[in-house]
């Protein structure tokens, strides 16, 4: 099975912090994205990735950064997280470009305060 | 701009009785489409996809949705609701970027399935 791992369940930080939010994947798959999922809204994606170090924005990027380094990590960065951001963050990964149907990571509840 | 609209943000059925979930779809070329799950505390499940094949996609737990390209339509339909569907209901549709793939999600519904 694949599996797709996000570092914590819940998260609380402070106005103004940096934070990080890991995502590993355990299957090789080229594609891995970050979106985040508010009550009413569905999910927006935030960012995405093809390849190590490739990266695109997506539709809410504003606030937030990304790096994949390897293959199997893709990392959301909250350069000064914002009470706006409290949210789930959700991580998911596709194998390929023919093959797009996403695995999900059980999710990050974040709360910043 | 490729897009899904989910009609319906809350839909009630009673147990037994059909379930039906409606998603229209906008894209400039033959999308590759997808429901998705997520339970109550659990995370998203792939439902059903279709991806220029059948036309008629069958899914796990009885689920299946045709893709009507002349209604730019994808509605999930079950014949007979079970409490167990109770959950939140996602269309997607996959486009293509220049590096690969962006899946953009709708808005959701949530099914109420009744005694």
């Known amino acids: 099975d694949v599996k797709v791992t996000q570092s914590s369940r819940y998260l609380v930080k402070r106005t103004g912090e940096k934070v990080f939010l890991e995502c590993v994947q355990d299957m090789d798959h080229e594609n891995m994205f970050w979106y985040r999922q508010d009550p009413g809204l569905g999910l927006r994606l935030i960012y995405f990735?093809?390849?190590?170090?490739?990266?695109e924005k997506g539709d809410i990027p504003e606030g937030y950064s990304v790096s994949r380094e390897k293959k199997e990590r893709f990392s959301l960065i909250l350069e000064s997280a914002s009470t706006n951001q409290t949210s789930m963050y959700l991580c998911?990964?596709?194998?390929?470009?023919?093959?797009?149907?996403?695995?999900f990571g059980q999710g990050t509840r974040l709360t910043v305060v | 701009a490729q897009s899904v609209t989910q009609l319906d943000s809350h839909v009630s059925v009673s147990e037994g009785t059909p379930v039906l979930l409606r998603c229209n779809y906008s894209s400039s070329y033959s999308p590759s489409l997808f429901w998705y799950v997520q339970h109550p505390n659990k995370g998203l499940q792939l439902l059903l996809k279709y991806t220029s094949a059948a036309t008629l996609v069958k899914g796990i737990n009885g689920f299946e949705a045709e893709f009507k390209k002349s209604e730019t339509s994808f509605h999930l339909t079950k014949p007979s609701a079970h409490m167990s569907d109770a959950a939140e209901y996602f269309c997607v549709v996959r486009i293509l970027t220049g590096g690969g793939n962006k899946l953009t999600f709708g808005t959701g519904t949530q099914l109420k399935v009744e005694l």
């Open positions: 998911a990964s596709t194998p390929d470009r023919d093959l797009p149907w996403a695995f």
């Open positions: 990735s093809y390849d190590v170090k490739m990266k």
